[in-house]
């Protein structure tokens, strides 16, 4: 039988919850976060920032090998050795074992340095504090698992110093050289792992600057191994809960934990089509143990689903888990001077639509009404789809400086006409496409004073980041002040900003009217529009008689730039598909065979996916065929986030339109 470690992943897992330690890696309980931990590391440049570490700390020796004993025998017989610096060394005290990304042996000295895809500004610690000392707690679980590693380190080696450091990109810094980004390409090897080549153009003027800094930990790692581990219930200090975790691993013996609002992200949950094959959910069988659950139990809704409630650790702790147990009590309900709901009103909505079992939409008609009567016709809808990756493409350019690479439009006239006149995307290796990102914006906007949408804050907040980019450029960028106003126009300005303005056609967020006046009990408390779209189509008769005609992209339909005769209402099981599960495959005329060697990822339906496809045309090995195809699902995509936006809208306006 495989020897069974507790590793530095499963030290993290286990802060998360212990519980989690007894599921990880049992083809029975399925884990839902291993498909996205490539793209999330793609995304965030992860693999380059590891190779570029190597490049700042030269000569070392890779251990490649993920056998775990053969690993431990390659780092014992480096270590050997006065000086060496080893990449990937892998450690083994007791049950405790580690790979540390990057060990430098000098004497008798280590120094012990994990390389995160994450941003410091300096080479102190101080970064990772409270004012009060304490750990930061979106630092601690990074700094825990460097803590982790510092202590096996240690105890394997206890006549050696270990200093421990975190490598991370320094936003400070400018990038010394233009197409740095590029010269760390993913390519597929031939037993199907990717890795990062380097490519052999690699300068002493690409490295000139280093991008990545080396911050010192120890004084954050001392601060670990003072905390109380554990629940107050049964505390351990660092070194006894390390002894219990590894006991209960190393003998597949289950921890039970005490259910939190942490289990709404649990990752060990069956999807249904895993239920069916009688794969087991994690989380159901721990809230079963815990509050003897029933499957018609789970039925309901939870005091999970209630949105933005901040009581659900006392209702756990009190065994009310179900939606229906709520009182009016519990939710303090209070009252505001603006149209529509407050917050807690909305939560208490949200409890009696479940506590009636009443699942039509509510929405405040004259509310919605009176907002909808100060909007300029034509209406436009904005999406962006943005990078911030941490070895930037062009030389200048800050780590995780933003990178605005796609938008799309769509207009809607006072005539109830619609169109997709325009969109952007930019996927050109080492482009910088900020600048024309903005011109192609004006260009699509500029041209009469309709009303300006966009959902949530992000389009807001990197148009002004954009700004700031622009005012602070030393280049000679001849429309500076024309984009500068354009931006200031549509946008206000970020409370951190020196300057402040509201532009005369600021856009309008519709999420911000979602939660005042619309709530639909399909979408569980989710204002995501990837919840409030599906919810929306399958309540609105309206939609679905309209759309439910090939004529979006038609000849006599509504124009679209990327889809032709298209139908966005599509039945399963009598309800409506969502519409982002209907994008089309980005390798349709290859076979599944073949398509295994192209992508491991061929649908796109979450931003991130956007994002993570974006980086591959960046800095991924690709034939011209996956590109052009990854592109046409990228412009679809997007085109579909402001088709989703006209959707909602033209639901709304139904709905109030019938209650006038």
């Known amino acids: 039988m495989k020897s069974r470690y507790l590793t530095k992943s499963r030290f993290k897992l286990a802060l998360e919850c212990p519980t989690k330690l007894y599921y990880d890696g049992k083809p029975e309980y399925p884990d839902q976060n291993d498909e996205n931990s490539f793209l999330q590391s793609l995304a965030e440049g992860g693999f380059q920032v590891g190779e570029l570490?190597?490049?700042?700390?030269?000569?070392?020796?890779?251990?490649?090998?993920?056998d775990y004993d053969e690993a431990v025998s390659r780092t014992s017989e480096l270590l050997k050795k006065d000086r060496v610096v080893i990449y990937e060394a892998a450690v083994l005290f007791n049950q405790f074992f580690v790979r540390i990304d990057i060990?430098?042996?000098?004497?008798?000295?280590?120094?012990?340095?994990e390389v995160k895809a994450k941003s410091s500004?300096?080479?102190?610690?101080?970064?990772f504090l409270t004012k009060k000392g304490t750990i930061l707690s979106s630092w601690h679980p990074y700094l825990a698992d460097v803590a982790f590693q510092k202590y096996v380190l240690m105890k394997a080696f206890p006549d050696h110093a270990v200093n421990a450091y975190l490598m991370m990109a320094d936003k400070t810094t400018l990038c010394p050289t233009d197409g740095l980004n590029q010269k760390f390409k993913i390519v597929k090897d031939t037993d199907g792992r990717r890795s990062v080549s380097i490519s052999s153009s690699l300068s002493t003027e690409d490295l000139s600057v280093k991008i990545l800094n080396k911050v010192s930990v120890d004084t954050c790692c001392d601060l670990v191994y003072q905390e109380q581990f554990g629940s107050e219930d049964q505390p351990f200090s660092f070194t006894d809960y390390l002894d219990y975790l590894t006991d209960h691993y190393v003998n597949d013996r289950k921890i039970?934990?005490?259910?939190?609002?942490?289990?709404?992200?649990?990752?060990?949950?069956?999807?249904?089509?895993?239920?069916?094959?009688?794969?087991?959910?994690?989380?159901?069988?721990?809230?079963?143990?815990a509050f003897h659950c029933t499957d018609d139990d789970f039925k309901e809704p939870t005091i999970l689903d209630l949105w933005n409630y901040r009581?659900?650790?006392?209702?756990?702790?009190?065994?009310?888990?179900?939606?229906?147990?709520?009182?009016?009590?519990?939710?303090?309900?209070?009252?505001?001077?603006k149209p529509g709901l407050t917050p807690t009103q909305r939560q208490w909505l949200q409890v009696l639509k479940v506590q009636t079992?009443?699942?039509?939409?509510?929405?405040?008609?004259t509310g919605l009404k009176n907002e909808m009567a100060t909007w300029v016709y034509p209406l436009h809808f904005i999406d962006f789809e943005t990078s911030m990756v941490a070895i930037p493409f062009n030389k200048g350019r800050h780590p995780y400086e933003g990178i605005a690479f796609q938008f799309s439009h769509h207009l809607v006239h006072q005539d109830g006409r619609i169109e997709h006149p325009g969109q952007y995307l930019n996927t050109t290796p080492g482009f910088f496409p900020?600048?024309?990102?903005?011109?192609k914006l004006k260009d699509e906007l500029e041209s009469d004073q309709g009303s300006i949408f966009r959902y949530a804050t992000h389009e807001n907040t990197f148009l002004n980041f954009i700004y700031q980019q622009l005012k602070s450029d030393h280049n000679d960028i001849p429309d500076k002040d024309d984009l500068c106003r354009f931006i200031r126009w549509i946008t206000k300005s970020s409370g951190k900003s020196e300057e402040q303005w509201e532009g005369e056609r600021s856009m309008i967020d519709l999420l911000e009217l979602v939660k005042r006046y619309y709530y639909n009990p399909a979408t569980n408390g989710s204002n995501s529009i990837k919840y409030v779209l599906p919810a929306i189509l399958n309540s609105s008769k309206y939609l679905q008689e309209k759309y439910s005609q090939p004529i979006y992209g038609a000849a006599s339909g509504i124009p679209s730039l990327n889809y032709q005769d298209w139908t966005w209402i599509k039945y399963e099981n009598g309800r409506v598909v969502d519409p982002y599960k209907l994008l089309p495959k980005m390798f349709q005329d290859i076979p599944e065979k073949e398509l295994e060697l192209l992508s491991a990822d061929d649908e796109l339906?979450?931003?991130?996916?956007?994002?993570a496809a974006y980086a591959r045309m960046q800095f991924e090995e690709m034939s011209e065929y996956e590109r052009v195809e990854i592109q046409s699902a990228l412009l679809k995509y997007c085109e579909l986030d402001t088709m989703a936006m006209v959707l909602l809208y033209e639901g709304w306006k139904n709905l109030v339109d019938k209650r006038q």
């Open 256 to 289: 039970s934990s005490q259910p939190s609002p942490v289990c709404a992200g649990c990752q060990f949950r069956t999807t249904e089509e895993e239920a069916l094959n009688g794969m087991q959910s994690g989380f159901h069988e721990c809230w079963r143990e």
């Open 311 to 337: 009581k659900k650790d006392r209702c756990l702790a009190e065994g009310r888990i179900k939606m229906s147990d709520l009182t009016e009590e519990d939710i303090v309900i209070k009252k505001d001077i």
């Open 121 to 127: 500004n300096s080479d102190s610690d101080d970064n």
């Open 103 to 113: 060990l430098v042996k000098n004497l008798k000295n280590f120094e012990l340095i």
């Open 434 to 439: 900020n600048y024309e990102f903005v011109r």
């Open 605 to 611: 339906k979450e931003g991130g996916a956007a994002l």
């Open 357 to 365: 079992h009443d699942p039509s939409e509510w929405i405040d008609a």
């Open 53 to 66: 570490a190597k490049c700042y700390i030269p000569g070392g020796y890779d251990i490649k090998t993920l």
